[in-house]
């Protein structure tokens, strides 16, 4: 089946900087990234969508200047999260779509992020 | 109401007890997925449902559409199938609705 990696699968770092999380779709063009948060006990919040070469789409009370979501090639998708808060800590997980056929969802390992 | 139902939202089995666990959801859906994730956060695809049932190794999902509803079955459980059980609707477009998870766990 169809595998996606993310990397780093742990970050700790402090408030104030900015870290970078990366996606990759192993064996297969993902024309469409989606990332997710899940903070504990919750279910996974769609955070923004992201077409390969356009500029991605957010969900309403994603700040857009914080999370900065890059698609630039059909096998990899990046998130900056900047200027890290404690209130970011959480679980991102992204998940990858291809063609024109959006049931077809493969979701990421995970990236455990903790703001100190 | 949430739009994606699971139940039970935590279930407890002895190792080898079949288990099932069921999503009702009440949006027309262009497919069901069902989720597994681990104590560690990550998670697996396990089935991805429009119609009638899909089998792999011990696990059995089943959706009836005209009931919007969907079942998955574990056969023969194990401790090592503790975990958290999501199901998800796609809806119009690429967008999936969660529920909330279902807590496994499988003592020995």
């Known amino acids: 089946g169809a595998v996606v990696s993310q990397h780093p699968s742990r970050v700790i770092c402090k408030s104030g900087t900015s870290v970078k999380i990366e996606c990759r779709s192993l064996d297969f063009q993902a024309t469409t990234m989606f990332w997710y948060r899940q903070f504990p006990k919750q279910s996974l919040m769609l955070m923004a969508t992201s077409n390969e070469g356009s500029k991605a789409t957010y969900e309403q009370g994603v700040e857009k200047d914080k999370f900065l979501i890059n698609h630039a090639s059909l096998t990899l998708s990046t998130l900056t999260v900047t200027s890290a808060h404690p209130e970011f800590s959480s679980f991102y997980i992204c998940?990858?779509?291809?063609?024109?056929?959006?049931?077809?969802?493969?979701f990421g390992p995970g990236t455990r992020l903790t703001v100190l | 109401k949430n739009e994606v139902e699971q139940s039970p939202q935590n279930l407890t089995a002895q190792e080898g007890e079949f288990i099932t666990i069921n999503c009702s959801y009440s949006v027309g859906i262009s497919a069901l997925h069902w989720l597994q994730q681990h104590p560690g956060g990550g998670i697996v695809s396990l089935f991805m449902?429009?119609?009638g049932k899909k089998k792999h190794g011990r696990l059995i999902a089943t959706i009836n559409i005209q009931e919007k509803h969907s079942s998955l079955h574990i056969t023969a459980s194990h401790p090592r199938d503790s975990a958290v059980y999501i199901c998800a609707v796609g809806t119009s477009g690429s967008r999936l609705t969660f529920g909330e998870g279902t807590q496994l766990t499988v003592n020995p």
């Open positions: 998940c990858a779509s291809f063609g024109d056929s959006y049931n077809e969802q493969f």
């Open positions: 449902l429009s119609s």
